[in-house]
């Protein structure tokens, strides 16, 4: 069974650019999770889709952040414009609607200069 | 609002030493309880879980046991291998309501074992 795939893998951007991130989930996986961990710490949840609908969305900050999952599969991440505290690695998971795990991607290092 | 907290690190052991890493949560309702697990250069691997309380979750000889009474969910293995060095994450899952199945994740604790 394939994982979660992300891409790209790593980023490199200067301050005030824009970046997209991808992800496609389990084949099957309902729900859909975009965490963001800065080093040192563990990961936070920026939005959780359940198939293509928000379900929580209120840690996400919308003035520079937007996600979409059209047609309930895969889901792209985007920063505009990016500021220094971006700088995080980009996690995506994924979850069956009736199960407990999530499964993670490996993640996009992304790198404000 | 829910949270997790786990122990200062890091953590450094030699190979066959007895590991144990402290988490405590705060939640409502009764969240399910993880073990994640980041090796160097890869993604978070769920290594174990427990969904109600006095639960034993266990994986390649890790073990930790949903406490209720004292809402801790602590790490521990018998004799740690250098394989063992990662970085440790103690995470609960949302209870119910809108953000069921949402993780709450505590710091990371950074484990380092020497031959």
């Known amino acids: 069974e394939a994982g979660v795939a992300q891409s790209p893998r790593y980023k490199i951007i200067e301050k005030r650019q824009s970046v997209a991130f991808w992800c496609n989930p389990i084949?099957?996986?309902?729900?859909l999770y975009w965490y963001q961990q800065i080093l040192g710490q563990g990961p936070k949840l920026l939005i959780q889709?359940?198939?293509?609908?928000?379900?929580?969305d209120s840690q996400l900050p919308k003035d520079r952040f937007s996600a979409e999952r059209l047609k309930g599969v895969d889901s792209t991440l985007k920063i505009q414009p990016a500021k220094l505290e971006d700088s995080a690695v980009y996690l995506c998971?994924?979850?069956?609607?009736?199960?407990?795990?999530?499964?993670f991607g490996p993640g996009t290092r992304l790198t404000v200069l | 609002g829910d949270s997790v907290t786990q122990m200062e690190g890091p953590v450094t052991l030699s190979e066959e030493a007895f590991l144990t890493i402290n988490c405590t949560y705060t939640?409502?309702?009764?969240?399910?309880l993880f073990w994640y697990v980041q090796y160097p250069g890869e993604g978070l691997q769920l290594l174990l879980k427990?969904?109600?309380?006095?639960d034993k979750g266990s994986n390649k000889g890790f073990e930790a046991t949903y406490r209720k009474e004292t809402t801790s969910f602590h790490l521990e293995k018998g004799s740690v291998q250098v394989s063992d060095s990662a970085v440790y994450f103690c995470?609960?899952?949302?209870?119910?309501?809108?953000?069921?199945?949402?993780?709450?994740f505590g710091q990371g604790t950074i484990l380092t074992v020497h031959p």
């Open positions: 084949s099957g996986h309902a729900t």
């Open positions: 427990a969904t109600k309380a006095d």
């Open positions: 939640a409502t309702g009764y969240p399910s």
């Open positions: 998971a994924s979850r069956l609607s009736s199960g407990h795990e999530q499964f």
């Open positions: 889709f359940q198939n293509n609908g928000v379900v929580d």
């Open positions: 995470a609960l899952s949302s209870a119910g309501g809108t953000s069921y199945g949402k993780l709450t």
